[in-house]
């Protein structure tokens, strides 16, 4: 079972057509072997700010390949599918956290910042997968967590231990609760996950005491970012992992890291989302900026333009614009793109306006349709508009799988760099049927908070036909993977060229080749009809038609790639967009 597009009864109608007219359709590009990439050396050599255009490879380690056979992915197990991400065309790879990690969240409360947690093997692995990574031609990108800490973490033990008056109470948010006997939390903040922000603590005698503050799970207390040792303890360690050779940081709720003096009342309740642009007293402070501007010094004091790229959810994309000034990181996620719904008008609405946002600062805009906390893209097309960005419907399979790569070849078109999420490249959707006794996601757990359905995009993606988890590893996975993923394997896609993974490979190695695409402020958007959105580069033209009809579409060039079957428009004389999919034209001269 391969993941071929069907094609319309429209298309196939008009292809008629034209056959009796004596016309040939125009055959859309297999999708082949990637354009040829240049030598490891060349590609780590000084290239002028290659993030600008980078295309990023998001691997989230517990789920992407296991070297020991634990059914845990691991480093060891990544280092050995690098080779995939050289074939299939990314620049960078993104490690989400293998930090030492009682694994509350996934790894995203870290005890040890400096060690690898021994789920995913040791410092000597990382180091490995880092050097196997560059031979390669790939740069890495590793996550860190600057807002909060496991309550592993030795400073908060200490803290807890020592009782209150310990100074390293002071390195987290610990207050006295309100009320005659302080039972109340300190402010009517609420976690992210669901339930209060604040955790009551027991002093050393085991009578109640102070509480502390976590924005996500009680297992992960936040940092106070107004003490100057918790400045100093991070800029050790970028400076560790950039001496140990990566490229660059992906930081985790860039958002949150400063909060609003005083730490006041919101006043209401409601539940706080994890993917929410709300204006609150705990995220997108402007005191931030200031970290940032003393992180982005740091990085360029290194070798190999190292970079930092912003997790900062923020209620608009201009707000997101002020986390990429020139002297503060050098990307962030476009979440605004990714919450938009697959329409054309909604889709240029938010591209012109990041493009516009982007400008003004001078970065780079970046686009993403999936990532570890959201339903895969394929899912979440697969239904209405308003499904939301996590959902337990599977929706119409064929439709969203047929709108996710038409998504695909419309957000690689446009300038600036994309970020790809693991499994993406084999049109894997989310696995919306899991078991509620298998789940792992912290927040599925507590009440009024997320949604709690991310284990369902992090079921571990399938390699080969067969074995006990399709290549995976050798003992199983930690999440169980459908049967039908057998044909959504690496192995069953290479060399079908109407694969997802080779449409994939040809739009990567098209858009290295291709002068008009990648890097890039702004496009030329042309005149198409209601659900169309179309554009201009140098040399190219992109064209998505996102409605369920057919649409008459004037050819501009030479066909590069579809995302789907095409027909010509017979009687026109022109060409048609089939109903959701995208065609890059090459208008330059031949």
């Not at 009551?200 to 936040?222: I, S, V």
């Amino acid at each position: 079972m391969t993941d071929h597009p069907a094609a319309s009864a429209t298309d196939s109608a008009e292809a008629a057509d034209c056959a009796e007219d004596d016309q040939t359709p125009p055959k859309p590009p297999a999708a082949g072997t990637p354009a040829p990439r240049a030598t490891p050396e060349a590609e780590r050599a000084p290239a002028a700010e290659w993030w600008r255009g980078a295309v990023i490879y998001q691997v989230y380690p517990r789920s992407f390949a296991d070297g020991n056979g634990d059914g845990m992915g691991d480093l060891a197990g990544a280092r050995s599918r690098l080779p995939h991400l050289r074939d299939l065309g990314v620049d960078a790879v993104w490690f989400s956290p293998f930090y030492a990690s009682p694994q509350a969240d996934a790894g995203y409360d870290v005890a040890d910042y400096r060690a690898v947690d021994p789920v995913f093997g040791t410092l000597h692995d990382a180091d490995a997968l880092i050097r196997e990574a560059h031979a390669l031609g790939l740069r890495v990108i590793v996550d860190l967590v600057p807002n909060h800490s496991s309550v592993e973490h030795e400073w908060f033990r200490r803290a807890l231990a020592e009782g209150p008056g310990s100074p390293l109470r002071e390195r987290y948010h610990f207050r006295p609760g309100r009320g005659p006997a302080g039972e109340l939390p300190p402010n009517d903040w609420e976690s992210v996950f669901g339930g209060p922000a604040w955790t009551r603590t027991a002093d050393p005698e085991g009578t109640p005491g102070d509480w502390y503050l976590h924005l996500f799970a009680p297992e992960q207390p936040d940092f106070d970012w107004e003490h100057p040792a918790v400045a100093e303890e991070f800029l050790s360690v970028l400076r560790f992992w950039l001496d140990l050779g990566v490229d660059g940081f992906r930081v985790d709720v860039a958002h949150g890291l400063v909060k609003a003096p005083g730490l006041p009342d919101i006043g209401g309740s409601g539940g706080l989302r994890l993917l929410s642009g709300d204006v609150v007293p705990f995220f997108d402070q402007d005191g931030v900026h200031e970290v940032y501007r003393t992180w982005r010094a740091l990085l360029d004091s290194y070798a190999g333009e190292r970079i930092a790229v912003a997790e900062a959810w923020t209620p608009t994309v201009e707000r997101t614009a002020g986390y990429v000034r020139p002297d503060e990181l050098h990307q962030a996620f476009n979440f605004q793109y990714l919450e938009t719904a697959w329409d054309g008008a909604a889709l240029r609405a938010v591209a012109e306006r990041s493009l516009a946002a982007m400008r003004t600062v001078g970065a780079p805009t970046t686009w993403v349709l999936s990532n570890h906390d959201v339903s895969r893209h394929t899912t979440r097309f697969a239904g209405p508009a308003d499904t939301g960005l996590q959902t337990r419907e599977p929706g119409d399979r064929a439709l969203g799988l047929r709108r996710a790569r038409a998504a695909t070849l419309l957000m690689l078109a446009l300038p600036g760099s994309a970020y790809l999420y693991q499994g993406e490249e084999l049109g894997l959707p989310d696995v919306t049927d899991l078991p509620d006794a298998v789940r792992q996601d912290p927040s599925y757990f507590r009440t009024d908070g997320q949604d709690g359905l991310r284990d369902g995009c992090r079921v571990p993606i399938p390699w080969t036909r067969g074995g006990s988890s399709y290549g995976f590893g050798s003992g199983g996975s930690w999440l169980p993977q459908p049967a039908e993923w057998a044909g959504l394997s690496v192995e069953a896609q290479t060399g079908d060229p109407g694969s997802t993974l080779e449409m994939y490979r040809a739009a990567l190695a098209a858009r290295r080749a291709h002068p008009g695409l990648g890097a890039g402020e702004g496009v030329e958007w042309l005149d198409a009809p209601e659900g169309v959105v179309a554009f201009a580069r140098p040399g190219f033209v992109c064209a998505a038609n996102t409605t369920q009809a057919p649409v008459p579409f004037a050819a501009p060039g030479r066909v590069l790639l579809t995302s789907g079957p095409t027909a010509p428009d017979c009687h026109g004389g022109g060409s048609v967009l089939p109903p959701d999919t995208t065609v890059w034209w090459s208008t330059a001269a031949l």
